[in-house]
């Protein structure tokens, strides 16, 4: 049995083969200057065997919500940042680079490249951004913050589903992301037999939203759409809204 819920960000909860694996929560309603538009918090998430970090940015690795779940949470982090969460008293903290495999109940995670700067500002740990991909009865890539890379072809091997930015929380993308047809291009590369569009449509910054729903919270998923089904039309699309469950 797998399953994955979209809930929000980069914020997805995946259910393979009996084991709870929870990416880059995020799960506040209110991150600095950030607002959620859809609530879902901590007891929306339930139990968790191990939580993977793709990168130190602040609106992926998010102590408030890691305390949540509490300080004895396996977590999973590039190494270089475990530092941050040791610091917080957090006591399974697992550092890991590029190529690093982990067991976890009964999934296979590896940690693989991602083009995307990690850093914490300000000078508070430096560690590089990762993906994951978990392997179980089924093979799922999670791709944390990335721009296209071409090695993204051999990720793509068998892979049943992807898990693909497509935007951020602003009206603007700075280097290391995806927009939309970039999304589309690197699913094209994947090639997996399902994809699900993540980290859009759930933060922004106050002030845009006060008058109406900001338009980069609603038109990334149509935009990656259309791109994808010009770039790769045998992939299958599946958009959920943030706390909707895709059933594999």
Do not use: C
């Amino acid at each position: 049995m797998a399953s994955v819920t979209y809930i929000g960000h980069s914020t997805v909860l995946v259910a393979l083969d009996g084991t709870r694996l929870l990416t880059d929560p995020l799960l506040r309603r209110r991150v600095a200057h950030l607002r959620r538009r859809a609530t879902f918090g901590r007891d929306d998430v339930g139990n968790v065997d191990a939580v993977l970090v793709s990168h130190a940015h602040y609106d992926h690795l998010d102590v408030p919500s890691l305390l949540a779940l509490g300080r004895s949470t396996r977590v999973v982090v590039p190494r270089g940042i475990g530092k941050v969460l040791r610091n917080r008293g957090f006591t399974d903290v697992t550092e890991v680079t590029v190529g690093d495999e982990l067991q976890i109940g009964g999934v296979r995670v590896a940690a693989t490249f991602a083009d995307h700067d990690g850093a914490r500002a300000p000078l508070l740990a430096r560690g590089d951004a990762l993906g994951f991909v978990l392997t179980g009865t089924r093979r799922i890539y999670f791709a944390g913050d990335t721009d296209i890379f071409d090695e993204m072809r051999k990720l793509g091997e068998g892979l049943d589903l992807a898990l693909i930015p497509i935007w951020g929380w602003g009206p603007s993308l700075g280097s290391g992301h995806l927009d939309p047809e970039g999304a589309a291009r690197a699913v094209a590369l994947l090639q997996p037999r399902i994809v699900v569009p993540i980290h859009w449509g759930t933060f922004h910054p106050i002030h845009l939203g006060l008058r109406a729903v900001p338009t980069f919270l609603q038109h990334p998923p149509t935009r990656f759409v259309e791109a994808a089904r010009r770039e790769a039309p045998d992939v299958e699309i599946r958009v959920l809204q943030p706390g909707e469950t895709l059933e594999l």
